[in-house]
Antibody
Framework: QVQLQESGPGLVKPSETLSLICTVS????????WSWIRQPPGKGLEWIGY???????DFNPSLKSRVTISVDASKNQLSLRLSSVTAADTAVYYC????????????????????????WGPGTLVTVSS | EIVLTQSPDTLSLSPGQRATLSCRAS???????LAWYQQKPGQAPRLLIY???RRATGIPDRFSGSGSGTDFTLTISRLEPEDFAVYCC?????????FGGGTKVEIK
């Protein structure tokens, strides 16, 4: 059973870049696909993006221009970078292990994958404020 | 983008009662790629159901999922004290992956 733990600054200034790390233990990060998901206080869950185990990524169109997701296999870590943050980015950020639903071809994006999430980190609250 | 609408917003029930939660999609969810999660205050979501009706590992059989196309249901046959929580659905039939707003099951 893999375990996940998010870490990073709890406070980020507006217009700066939010950077988080998810450390995976219990198995090799390279064996699975991963996602970042966030939840603003008192609101529902929002999918941010995924890193497929073979290295491809996809992002929520609402965030795509500002998001980077990467993996450091040597450290068994997943990272998230979200640029130009505003107060609307204040949320609990979760990393999650992603189990494949389906793979399909999209004419504009290429091959895409879908997932449900069977293991989650405890989450980390990031507040955007000056 | 597929929008998932859950109802009711809040369900007030007593332990031992049956809970029926609805998740309606704005368009058909391909191959019933729908999951349900339970979330307690201050905790991460926990996967309950995937593929609309398949229980995740370790989930008690009082939890069951059903439905297809645009209408899905999570049923808790007899509520235990630990079942009072927020439940949300998620579709993974197409990108972007989307979640419903959640249904809170509270003690009456």
């Amino acid at each position: 059973q893999v375990q996940l733990q998010e870490s990073g600054p709890g406070l980020v200034k507006p217009s700066e870049t939010l950077s988080l790390i998810c450390t995976v233990s219990g198995d090799s990060i390279s064996r699975y696909s991963w996602s970042w998901i966030r939840q603003p206080p008192g609101k529902g869950l929002e999918w941010i993006g995924y890193m497929y185990f073979r290295g491809s990524t996809d992002f929520n169109p609402s965030l795509k221009s500002r998001v980077t997701i990467s993996v450091d296999a040597s450290k068994n870590q997943l990272s998230l970078r979200l640029s130009s943050v505003t107060a609307a980015d204040t949320a609990v950020y979760y990393c999650a292990k992603a189990t494949s639903g389906k793979t399909y071809y999209d004419a504009s994006s290429g091959y895409l994958h879908t997932f449900y999430f069977d293991s989650w980190g405890p989450g980390t609250l990031v507040t955007v404020s000056s | 983008e597929i929008v998932l609408t859950q109802s009711p917003d809040t369900l007030s029930l007593s332990p031992g009662q049956r809970a029926t939660l609805s998740c309606r999609a704005s368009q058909s969810v391909d191959s019933n790629y729908l999951a349900w999660y339970q979330q307690k205050p201050g905790q991460a979501p926990r996967l309950l159901i995937y593929g609309a009706s398949r229980r995740a590992t370790g989930i008690p059989d009082r939890f069951s999922g059903s439905g297809s196309g645009t209408d899905f249901t999570l049923t808790i046959s007899r509520l235990e004290p630990e079942d009072f929580a927020v439940y949300c659905c998620q579709q993974y039939g197409t990108s972007p992956l989307t979640f419903g707003g959640g249904t809170k099951v509270e003690i009456k």
